[in-house]
């Protein structure tokens, strides 16, 4: 397999989707429409569309991932599909393996699996999912190793191996909103997705780490790095911060612990809101843009000069199913334009 360069150019869009399910709709709408936004993201020409793994939270219908990868790979017909990622903790790197190894087979070159190392939901659910096992995040290294094994051709006297699997070298992404993931992707010459677009305080000193440690790698030569971008984009700023509001909603929700089903804009919301609150907000949201094509424009160049990001992994949270597709529409004419 030959080694993946990174380009010198523009940075490239790509799409993560956490299929939120919207107040007054159901998990079903909720999937269908992250097929239209696979499809018009493919016709845009983003470079892939990830999925997120998350659990017993009401408003994001993601918690199959490997399952959602299938249903959205053969909804399109060349974008790349894959996680964003999947929670290992939770699963046993086997069982991972020929999932994406059947992924992998039945859309050959079109498969990602990116890995994160949290558990993506709380406790009681995390203990649900695992059972009787006792994975930790100090496990990850192992796991990853175990996985890129599996993935790789079968050696001499191996014991377990990953039908289907074994051979397919999917593409294993590291994920990460710390150093810890950095440094790893680093070590083992891994591509790396930092999730600025949740916690993006140590972004600039995770993507330092990362290049300054990198070392290449089969698979890649040159340090490889996504970016998270939460996106808003509207003909005006005034629009994208009315729709934006929706995002704000939710976001809140997420810090005060009240997660519920994503709401529909509000005028005015964040007037209604106290300093501190606001605070919180454009904290959690600090690489976020927001606005109108011009906006949009600016905001994408000053992260790319930035960051020297790869690739732009925008995560967009419009209530109105139409409204986010046209959201992506001036981000893609805001990339060509830089």
């Not at 992998?104 to 994160?116: E, H, M, Q």
């Not at 050696?155 to 150093?179: D, E, F, K, M, N």
């Not at 964040?270 to 927001?290: H, M, P, S, T, Y």
């Given at each position: 397999m030959?080694?993946?360069?990174?380009?010198?150019k523009k940075?490239?869009?790509?799409m993560?989707d956490l299929?939120a399910?919207?107040?007054?709709?159901?998990?079903?709408q909720?999937?269908?429409?992250?097929?239209?936004?696979?499809?018009k993201?493919?016709?845009?020409?983003?470079?892939?569309?990830?999925?997120?793994e998350?659990?017993?939270?009401?408003?994001i219908?993601?918690?199959a991932?490997?399952?959602?990868?299938?249903?959205?790979?053969?909804?399109?017909?060349?974008?790349r599909?894959?996680?964003?990622?999947?929670?290992?903790p939770n699963h046993?790197?086997?069982?991972v393996?020929e999932?994406?190894?059947t992924?992998a087979s039945?859309?050959p070159?079109?498969?990602?699996?990116?890995?994160?190392?949290?558990?993506?939901?709380d406790?009681a659910?995390m203990?649900?999912?695992?059972?009787?096992r006792?994975?930790?995040?100090?496990?990850f290294?192992?796991?990853?190793?175990?996985?890129?094994?599996?993935?790789g051709?079968?050696?001499?006297?191996?014991?377990?191996?990953?039908?289907?699997?074994?051979?397919?070298?999917?593409?294993?992404?590291?994920?990460?909103?710390?150093?810890f993931?950095?440094?790893?992707?680093?070590?083992?010459?891994?591509?790396?997705a930092?999730?600025?677009h949740?916690?993006p305080?140590?972004?600039?000193?995770?993507l330092?780490?990362?290049?300054?440690?990198?070392?290449?790698?089969?698979?890649?030569?040159?340090?490889?790095?996504?970016?998270?971008?939460?996106?808003?984009?509207?003909?005006?700023?005034d629009?994208?911060?009315?729709l934006?509001?929706s995002?704000y909603?939710?976001?809140?929700?997420?810090l005060t612990?009240r997660?519920?089903?994503?709401?529909?804009?509000?005028?005015g919301y964040?007037?209604?809101?106290?300093?501190?609150e606001?605070q919180?907000?454009?904290d959690?949201?600090a690489?976020a843009?927001?606005?109108g094509p011009?906006?949009v424009?600016?905001g994408?160049?000053?992260?790319?000069q930035?960051?020297?990001a790869?690739?732009?992994?925008?995560?967009?949270?419009?209530?109105?199913?139409p409204?986010?597709?046209r959201?992506?529409?001036?981000?893609?004419?805001?990339?060509?334009?830089?």
């Amino acid at each position: 397999m030959a080694a993946m360069t990174a380009p010198n150019k523009k940075p490239l869009l790509s799409m993560l989707d956490l299929v939120a399910v919207r107040e007054g709709g159901t998990a079903a709408q909720a999937i269908e429409i992250a097929v239209t936004t696979a499809r018009k993201a493919e016709a845009l020409g983003f470079a892939r569309y990830w999925l997120a793994e998350h659990h017993n939270m009401p408003g994001i219908a993601s918690s199959a991932t490997a399952v959602l990868v299938g249903h959205i790979a053969g909804a399109t017909q060349h974008i790349r599909v894959g996680s964003g990622g999947v929670m290992l903790p939770n699963h046993a790197p086997l069982v991972v393996a020929e999932a994406f190894g059947t992924l992998a087979s039945i859309y050959p070159g079109r498969i990602d699996l990116g890995l994160g190392r949290a558990p993506g939901t709380d406790g009681a659910t995390m203990r649900a999912l695992r059972r009787d096992r006792f994975e930790t995040e100090a496990d990850f290294p192992r796991d990853v190793a175990e996985l890129q094994r599996l993935l790789g051709p079968v050696q001499p006297g191996q014991a377990i191996v990953a039908v289907p699997g074994a051979g397919t070298r999917v593409p294993i992404w590291l994920l990460g909103s710390s150093l810890f993931s950095a440094q790893l992707a680093a070590e083992r010459g891994l591509p790396y997705a930092f999730a600025s677009h949740f916690a993006p305080r140590l972004l600039h000193a995770a993507l330092d780490l990362y290049r300054s440690l990198f070392r290449p790698s089969s698979v890649l030569d040159k340090p490889y790095a996504i970016v998270g971008v939460p996106l808003v984009a509207a003909p005006t700023d005034d629009e994208a911060q009315y729709l934006a509001s929706s995002t704000y909603q939710r976001v809140l929700g997420i810090l005060t612990g009240r997660r519920g089903l994503l709401p529909p804009p509000v005028q005015g919301y964040l007037e209604r809101l106290g300093a501190q609150e606001r605070q919180a907000i454009a904290d959690f949201l600090a690489v976020a843009v927001i606005g109108g094509p011009q906006t949009v424009r600016e905001g994408f160049a000053a992260l790319a000069q930035a960051t020297r990001a790869d690739e732009f992994m925008l995560v967009s949270d419009v209530f109105d199913p139409p409204l986010r597709l046209r959201s992506l529409e001036i981000a893609a004419a805001a990339r060509q334009a830089l």
